[in-house]
Each structure stands twice: as C-alpha cells, then as structure tokens.
C-alpha cells in the first residue's frame, strides 16, 4: 500500500470539544451584518452567516498554517478578506505562521500572498479605497533575531512587497493604525522583545511608537513628540480616530510610572496621558490593545483581562462583560458601533447592543489542548487540559447524534499541565493546574462531586518571585503519570522526579536535579519594564517522563534544558544517557519505551523556542548507550511534539509534529503524512488505544484515527485485501438524524434532552448526502467499518459486503449492484477503486421492506434489528476476487443485561421485521389484483381496499396520525423505534403480548386477503 492511500483515505473525525480557544483576530463584514470571521490562535479561519449562532472553519485544505494573527476585509471590496499568520501575542505557546493569505471569495478559496518569513503579524490594514493596497504589521520570529520584521506594503495585491518601517534585527510591528479618511497618514507601534524558554522580555531601545504622513515614505518616533513617555518603551497599542482623524489613542507601556492611556488630538504633534489605571496597562506584553469607535470620538475601548469602555476620552473607563477574559481583538461596525466582533482567550463573540449580551463561545472548536489521557471505560473518554480555559474531559463518541459540549465535563482549573486517570479508580483523574500561585499545582479530581483536591509536591507561594529562589522548579507542563505495573504509584517530575504512594498525600524524590540547573536561565521573568512571573518560565525542569512496559524499575526523565537520563533500579542511581547530538537547551518533549524491545527507547525534542526549527528523533536499542538519529525523512521546519510506538506492531510509529501527524513503517527510515482531514495544527500529543489513535491537537481539540488495522498492515501484498476487522462494540453511533428540508437542525429524539447538537447537510461530487455536525465533535462510523485494498485489476468491479451468522446463514448483503427485493443501501455502495476504501456494517441485519412501487423498487420500512453478541462472517467480493474474514460483536460492557437477554430482544425485532415483511406482500397482492382491470368484482375491490387501511393506516404525515387511526404497520413499527431498542435489555412482558396481538392480527388479514382473492385471476406479484 502507497502512503498516498493512507493519507487519503484514512479519515481524522474532531471529536471537540466545542468550546472555543484563544483569538487575537476579528473582523465583520461592514455590509451584511450577520456575516464575520475570526482567526484563531492555532485553528484557522472561521466564518459565521448567522451573527455567532454558528462558525465554520474557512481554511482547512488551503492555509498551511494554522495560527492567526491578524484579519481583515477590505472596506470597498468585502469579499476580499486578509489573513496574516503567527499571532503576536506572543505567550510561552505561541504557534508560528508563515506569511500572508488572501481570499478574494469570502473565504471560499485563499492564496499564499508572501511574507513567509514573518513568523508573527500583529496587524493587517486594507486601503479603503483600494483593496489590492495591504499595510502589513510584522512582528517577525518572537524567539531570535532576523528574519522579515516591520511593516511592509503592496500596491499589487501581494505580488511584491516592500518593507517601509524597520528598526533593527530585534524589533518587530506591534500594532498598526490607518486614518480611513487618510489612510497615508499611519501610526506603527514598534516593538523590542524576546521570549526564551526561560523568559519573556519586552521593551528596549527599538520600541517606540511611529509616524508617517505620506504612506510609509517617511517616519518619525513619537517619543519626540511633547507628552510622550520618555526613556524605555515596552508594547503599544495605537488606534487613529475614524470620527475625529487628528485624535489618536495610544496605551503605551513605558519605564517608571509613565505607563497608561495616550491621547493626542492633533495627529501625534502632542499627547497627554488620559489614564494611569494599572487595568488598562496589566500584562502589557500579552494586552495593550486599543480601539477608537468609529462614530463617537470620545468613546474608546481598550482589551486586557478584562474588556473596557470609556465614553469621555479615555479618562475614566467602565468594564463590559464578555464571554471569556483576556481580551485581546475588536471590530467596531463603522456605520452601527453597536454591532461588535470581540477576540479573547475563550475564542471569538458577536454583540448588536454594545456589549450588553454576547453570542457564545461554546460552538467553535478550537481548544488548545496539552496532554492527552484516555479513560480505561467503554465508550472511552479523552481527558486534557486546554489552555485558558481547564483540564476537560470529552466523550470519544456519542448515542445522542454528535459529541455535545454538555456531555463534557471540566475537570478544575487546570489549563496547561499533563493529565492521568488514576488507573485503579476511575472516579479520579489527576491533572496538572495553572494560576495556583504555587509551583507545580496537581489537582486530584473527583468526577462525581467535581471536587479538586490540591496534591502538589509543594505548595509555597512562588509568584513576583525568580525560580531560582524555589524549592522545587515545576514546568508550566510537567509530567504526570501513574505506574503501568503498579497502580497504586503516581510519578510528577519538576527538577526531579517524586513519586507517592498514598494518591499524593505524601511524596518522596527518588533522583536528584536532572537538569542543567543553570542559575542565569532560573531569574524572574518579564522586564526590563514589567515583571511577570506566572509561571509559564520556569526553566531547568523535567519535560518528558516514562516507565518502561516491560520492566518497572526502568524510568526515563528528560529535561527543557537538552538532557536526558535512565535508572534501571526504580530510582536508586541515574545515568546521563543524552544523545549526543542534541543541542544544549533544547526541549525533550516525549520519551517512548518499547514494549516490544528491551533497551528500546525513542525520544522526541525541539529547540524552535531558541531559534533551531530542525526536527529531532532518536532511537536507542542499549537504554541509551548508542542513539541512531530517525529525523532524516521529517520535513524541514516541522519540529516534533511527540512521538508513539504501535503497540500491537514493532517498527510502526506515529509523531505529532508542528504541522501534522506522520508515521513510519519502517522504524523510523522514512516518514509520511497519516489520515486526512486534520487541519495544519500542533499535535502535542498522541495515544494509541486497542486500534485507534488519538490526538490531542493544540488549536482544533481532540480527533481520532478510528481504525489503525490499515496502516498495521499496509505491508500484506495481494490484488485484494480484506483487512482484519477490529472488535466491535453493539453501541449506536449516529451522525445526526433525517433531516427533511434545507437549513440547520438540532438532533433530538425520544431519551435526547433538548438542545442537543446541530447539523447540516452536505452533498458529496457523486451526489450523495451527509450530515455535519456544526457545533459539536464527530461520532465514528456507526456500526464496523469494513476497510479493504483493491489492485488496479479491480478497478470499477462490482462490489459486494455480505454479512453471516455462525452457521452461515446471510443476514445483510451490502452492494454496489442492485439486489432484487432489496433496498439500496445507506450509504450507497460504489465500485471498487485502486488503493484502500471503506465499507460500513451498522450491525443491522435485512431490514423489513414495503412492497415494491410501480418501478418495482422497494423501501426500508424500519431498520433491520441490531444483531446480538456474538462471532460473524465477513465476506467480502469485488468482481471475481472473494476474501473472508470474522468479527466479534460484544455488548456494551456497562449494561446489567446479559447477552441471553440482548439475544430475546433480536428474536422478537426479527418477528417484527418478518411481520412487517408478510404486510409488504400482502400489499403487493393488493395492488396487483386492484390494478388488473375492470374484471375484478366490486365488492372484492371494495374489500382489498378495506384491508389494505387496515394493513398501512391512511395517514400520509404526522398530522394525520393524530386523527387517524393506525394501521397494522405503524403498531409493529413502534415496538422497534419507541419501545424495544431504547435500551438494551430483555423485552418486557407486555411488549411479548403486544407482539404477540399483532402478530395475530397479520395472520387474520392473510387470511381475509385468501377469501377475498379466491376464484379471482389475479397477476402474481
């Protein structure tokens, strides 16, 4: 099999959650008021058409870069929309861009426009009048020198650029502000700043807020200018008045006490400071945002943590309320400053009554996520933490249509750290904290009374303080994870690793410093103007953590400082087992053990955030005496987040790179892209489970690989291969419900609460229909899917999926060609095509059919019953080719039923379907003989008519039932769809007699249909 067939038919499905992540760019549409777009931080372009109800993602296939910096559409020409990547906002996780897109569709298509050294653009100006002139504010690589920074300009809608403000290889564009009355006069707060692993440092000589009055010809700093803060300059934000041109707002972050709030009302020729409220200046390197309402010249708004107006100039400031704090992006109506488009850190909101009332946050999945674990129960769980929000848990499929933000769960404020269930107790999972205000908060979390219990190793107030003052030195993602031998055991590492035996009540350190423990790279963070020490920066910790499968006395550490060691006597001695080449101060981001291989181990780094962009990998067969490097085949650029071994087959192995997931099959030789429909985005982290594969995605959530047998064999040679098909759960799974009509739906039905998840409908290049979920996570296929590897000899071959019991006995019969008293299936069931494809078993045998129309076709009049536990034949025929293989079909593991009862309930679904059968061709003998010709006496014909109501009913819609009376159909159809397949247990005795009813009442119709057809010519059916 060709890498090109498992990229292109294996298929990620976002699982959620649909609860949005960080924004820092927003933009409305000035002529269609329920039309607008944000970018987020890690998850592309969306759009909504409805004022917020709904977003889609607009990128995906088009942008190779996931992180959004900065949006806008241009005023005369709105269907042009501007993109530039890379945010700069630029906080310890910050995701790099590569350049500028545009769309000149409304989203529909974009097109690489430059720039792709940027790495990090703040702003994005379209003329007013002419859309194919674009001011671009480029911070430039937030982590080393160079590279493309400044503001820059086209005239040619990006053919060419040309760099019209720089100041040196240090400091980069913060903001940019256009008068739209002038847009040649321009204001452009320069920025000096560096983030190390260890620091974040803003302001400096560069930085300064500038001027130009002829289009970006000529500057001049507004440090010169009378009222401006003097000396040093952090970050500024700048906003020209559109409703008063001369009057220009700036917040400005400066050394001593000049910091706050600038106005200047003649254009920059003087400022006087407004306001010196630490709310307007907090955390400047991450804030300083300001917006000039477009009618009200005194009225301004500002974005920190929390979301400001003034209405009087900027000298006093009221807080509006939204969704989400961290308030970062804003877009003001220019025509109806009541209408808002508003960024945070809980993703992107829409207002029409000035902020009064916000659209939600909870429709949009773009979560960043750290660390994933997976629940030990069926249906499986995904457990994380995401960033600015809390650790979540999320249901890896659903019953109920789609995977709704209700069926989730927060697991604490725990936004950034590792997570682990407690292996030997599911009501506890143990995550990582943030904001504590102690290093290395670990909650231990009761999922049924949602309470956290505080369990960190140390818990000494640290923040305003340097990390090396600190007892122990925590990450900001440190790990944590139980003993895969010994279930009581729980590991955290910091500078060392500890280890507790009472569920975190009390803890030891069972190595020593397993850093570098460099002092110069251990100091407060922030400066030289403003302090910040949330945390983010403590540097000279344990990054990556295992135990050995094989052998628990095995333990593995790696550092964010470029080192990594082994014991192989639980703790007692530790070896420095670094590979070589592993540059100083890199980042080791994950340890794998083999549980294949005694002594293997793989390890995963990076060193982007000190400038190296260049992937790392290494295998060791010698616990880490030799290491073979096994990055050779990963792109350039794409460094490693992580790195997994398939645990059901040597040599195959998955990684989570900055772009994508990629696998070898080979250990590690050659790489290649893995499943489509994954979106350009980190992958933090990856897990197998039994054969899926999960991901945990730093911008677009958690998505699942459903099936990985494909990619385990992808090394069997044949024309046709049939690959193993994995257990299966009898557990409903279904991708919304009918949907008769156009617009958005919200699924529901009896056992659904209200406000369930909502869908649409897309319609395929071959014709065929499909719901998507639109704010809410993707169930897998419902039922087994089938997958199989065609040769170039069967291409267009009739295709046929034939399903049998233990005897074999045909149950179902799946095929592309038409089966003669059979529907056609659902899906529809195309010809074979070279390489691998799918095939879906919903675990239904042959449904009950109607009677044929007068094309002789024929409908489903009620899904076959869902087979019971049990093994199953699967045989497979494309053209002359046939393969064979099993399945096994297990209840769901929670239900009290036991497989004798589930096999009474397929009984009795199977005499109902049989019933509904017998109607079918007793309704075909009606028609025939009523449709025969004027030879058929009336009385018979009035009789035939008057048992064919009694058979069907004659309500043709759901008004009708409700003053009709029913037909023997709609009874028997009840008993599947109401009353028997809610749950899955034993039908009742009522149930039994009602069957049993109806079942009488069919075989008496027959009967009355014999008498009343005796001694009539009548054309067989």
């Known amino acids: 099999m060709t890498t090109a067939d498992l990229s292109s038919a294996l298929r990620w499905r976002s699982v959620g959650p649909s609860r949005g992540g960080r924004s820092v760019a927003v933009a409305g549409h000035p002529d269609q008021p329920a039309v607008a777009y944000f970018g987020a931080c890690a998850g592309g372009v969306w759009r909504t058409d409805d004022g917020g109800t709904y977003w889609r993602n607009v990128s995906d296939g088009w942008l190779t870069s996931s992180a959004i910096g900065a949006i806008a559409l241009a005023p005369s020409r709105p269907s042009t929309v501007w993109v530039g990547t890379g945010e700069a906002c630029v906080r310890n996780n910050v995701v790099q861009g590569d350049g500028v897109y545009r769309s000149l569709d409304d989203g529909a298509t974009w097109q690489h426009r430059g720039l792709a050294e940027t790495r990090h653009i703040s702003r994005v100006r379209v003329h007013p009048g002419r859309p194919e002139t674009v001011v671009v504010a480029a911070l430039g690589d937030i982590f080393s020198a160079g590279g493309e920074r400044g503001v820059y300009r086209t005239d040619d809608d990006g053919e060419t650029w040309e760099r019209i403000l720089h100041v040196d290889e240090h400091t980069g564009a913060a903001d940019l502000s256009l008068d739209p009355n002038d847009p040649d006069v321009m204001f452009a707060a320069m920025w000096q700043a560096i983030r190390h692993p260890w620091d974040m440092r803003s302001g400096g000589p560069g930085s300064d807020l500038f001027r130009t009055l002829d289009g970006g010809r000529t500057w001049e700093p507004m440090s010169a200018s009378p009222g401006f803060p003097t000396g040093l300059l952090g970050r500024i934000g700048v906003s020209v008045s559109p409703a008063r041109p001369e009057r220009v707002y700036a917040v400005v972050e400066a050394e001593g006490e000049q910091s706050g709030l600038y106005r200047s009302d003649d254009r920059g020729g003087s400022w006087t400071r407004v306001n010196a409220e630490s709310g307007q200046t907090g955390r400047p390197w991450y804030y300083s945002h300001v917006f000039a309402d477009p009618v009200d010249a005194d009225t301004v708004y500002t974005c920190n943590l929390s979301f400001w107006r003034s209405r009087d100039g900027g000298e006093t400031f009221t807080q509006v309320q939204t969704p989400h704090g961290d308030n970062h992006d804003l877009w003001i109506d220019p025509r109806d400053p009541q209408r808002l488009v508003q960024g945070n850190d809980g993703g992107a909101c829409i207002s029409y009554n000035g902020g009064q009332t916000f659209s939600s946050i909870y429709n949009q999945s773009t979560a960043q996520i750290y660390r994933v674990d997976i629940g030990r129960e069926f249906p499986f769980d995904l457990y994380g933490t995401q960033q600015d929000n809390s650790g979540i848990r999320v249901p890896s499929r659903s019953w109920k249509g789609a995977i709704r933000w209700p069926d989730c769960l927060e697991l604490g404020e725990a936004e950034a750290g590792d997570v682990a269930c407690d292996p030997a107790d599911p009501r506890f999972v143990v995550v990582g904290g943030a904001g504590f205000g102690h290093p290395g908060p670990l909650l231990r979390f009761d999922q049924v009374t949602e309470q956290p219990q505080d369990i960190a190793v140390w818990v000494e107030h640290f923040m305003g303080t340097a990390p090396s003052t600190h007892r122990h030195r925590f990450g900001w993602t440190y790990p944590i994870e139980f003993s895969q031998h010994d279930p009581g055991l729980l590991y955290v590492a910091g500078e060392r690793v500890f280890r507790s035996a009472d569920k975190g009540m009390s803890w030891e350190a069972i190595s020593p410093d397993l850093t570098r423990d460099d002092p110069s790279k251990q100091t407060a963070s922030g400066g030289p103007i403003t302090p910040d020490t949330t945390g983010a920066e403590v540097y000279c910790t344990i990054y990556a953590f295992a135990e050995s499968p094989l052998d628990p006395a095995e333990l593995w550490a790696g550092s964010d400082d470029g080192l990594v060691h082994v014991t192989r006597d639980g703790g007692e001695t530790w070896h420095d087992v670094t590979p070589p080449e592993l540059p100083p101060f890199t980042t080791v981001t994950r340890i794998e053990v083999s549980r294949h291989a005694s ?42 987040r992580s790195v997994r071994e398939d645990p059901a087959r040597a040599g195959l192995l998955y990684v989570g790179t900055e772009r994508a997931a990629r696998y070898s099959a080979d250990g590690g030789r050659t790489w290649a892209p893995l499943g489509s429909a994954l979106p350009p985005v980190p992958v933090y982290d990856l897990k197998v489970r039994d054969h899926e594969l999960v991901a945990a995605t730093h911008g677009r959530g958690f998505w699942v690989l459903d099936d990985l047998t494909p990619v385990r064999e992808a090394a069997v040679e044949d024309s046709l291969v049939l690959h193993t098909p994995p257990l299966v759960y009898r557990y409903p799974t279904p991708t919304g419900f009918d949907m008769p009509g156009e617009g958005t739906w919200v699924g529901g039905f009896p056992g659904v609460p209200l406000g369930g998840a909502s869908f649409t409908v897309e319609r395929d290049e071959d014709g065929t229909t499909r719901n998507v979920v639109i704010d809410g996570g993707e169930n897998p296929p419902n039922g087994l899917a089938v997958w199989y590897r065609a040769g170039a000899d069967l291409a267009d071959q009739p295709v ?50 109607s009677a044929p129309g007068e094309d002789g076709s024929v409908e489903a009049v009620t899904p076959g019953p869902r087979v019971p536990p049990g093994s199953y034949g699967v045989e497979l025929v494309v053209g002359d080719q046939r393969r064979r293989a099993r399945v096994r079909v297990v209840r769901d593991p929670r239900i009290f039923s036991d497989d004798a009862a589930l096999q009474a309930q397929y009984e009795l679904l199977v005499r109902v379907r049989d019933r509904l059968d017998d109607i079918g061709v007793a309704v075909s003998r009606i028609r025939s003989a009523r449709a025969a010709g004027d030879g058929l006496p009336p009385e018979v014909d009035g009789e035939l008519e008057r048992l064919e109501k009694l058979l069907l009913g004659s309500a043709t819609n759901h008004a009708d039932e409700l003053k009709r009376p029913p037909g023997l159909v709609a009874k028997l159809k009840l008993l599947p769809e109401i009353v028997v397949e809610l749950s899955d247990t034993a039908p009742t005795a009522a149930t039994r007699a009602v069957l049993d009813q109806l079942d009488g009442a069919v075989r008496e119709l027959e009967l009355e249909l014999d008498a009343a057809l005796a001694g009539v010519a009548v054309p067989s059916a």
């Open 800 to 849: 046929t999926l034939r399903i049998t019991d233990s005897a074999g006995a045909v149950l179902r019969t799946l095929s592309s060609e038409p089966v003669e008293g059979r529907p056609a299936p659902t899906p529809a069931v195309r010809p074979a095509r070279t390489g691998l494809q799918r095939l879906v078993w919903d675990l239904r045998v042959e449904p009950a059919v």
């Open 599 to 640: 002594g293997t181990a793989y390890v995963a780094a990076h060193g982007y955030r000190i400038g190296d962009r260049a992937p790392y990998l290494w295998r060791t067969e010698d616990h880490g005496r030799s290491w073979e490097s096994l990055a050779a085949g990963l792109p350039a650029g794409e460094w490693l």
